[in-house]
């Protein structure tokens, strides 16, 4: 009897993990699934010493006014060079995925106040105990025996990690608009 309980409790504990979020375009836990399509519609210019163009809200961002806290992309080249390249609409197959927190800026000293309460964050990986903001970052690792320079698409935000978590799907449309078209393979 014990060992039925205790196979009943496994099969529950299981089945409790199994991602709910499938198909849940809205859900920050939902990622772009392996065979996918990453669609340029346009052609996208990048810049002399740069490797790749930035997208927010549809249009293309020259790199000191992207608002980082709000959904970006970044489609990437391989390699930085001298010279402006230009890349060539075209379907890039998703790979590979991944899913990252980084280390993107320290905050320091910042202290958040309002007339009534001071906030404190507490949240913290640095030896002094101060705020670190965070980069959450989705990476869909791209193919194209066309243009075989062309090789991520990374798409996130900055937030704090006590507060913030990766953007969705349908967050990752809007930043890229009618730019780029992202088609979801079947999970």
Known sequence: MRCQILVAMLVMLIAACQ?????NEDSPYYQVPVGSRVILNQPLTVRPDQTGV????????????LRTYDPHC????????????TI?????????????????VDAGGLQYAAT????????????????????????M?????KQPEVFRLSCGHWGYPSED??????????ALGNIVTLRLAPH
């Open 116 to 139: 009534s309460l001071a906030r404190v964050i507490t949240v913290s990986d640095t030896p002094d105990n101060t705020p670190n903001i965070r980069a959450f970052v989705d990476r």
């Open 165 to 174: 978590t990766y953007i969705s799907i349908n967050d990752t449309r809007r």
């Open 141 to 145: 690792y791209l193919g194209s025996d």
């Open 19 to 23: 991602n709910n979020y499938v198909g």
């Open 74 to 85: 970044k489609l990437e080249l391989r390699t930085l060079a001298a010279r402006e390249r």
């Open 88 to 104: 060539a609409p075209d379907e890039f197959m998703v790979t590979r995925v991944g899913r990252a927190q980084e280390h993107s």
């Open 54 to 65: 930035l997208l927010q809200e549809g249009k293309v961002v020259p790199p000191g006014q």
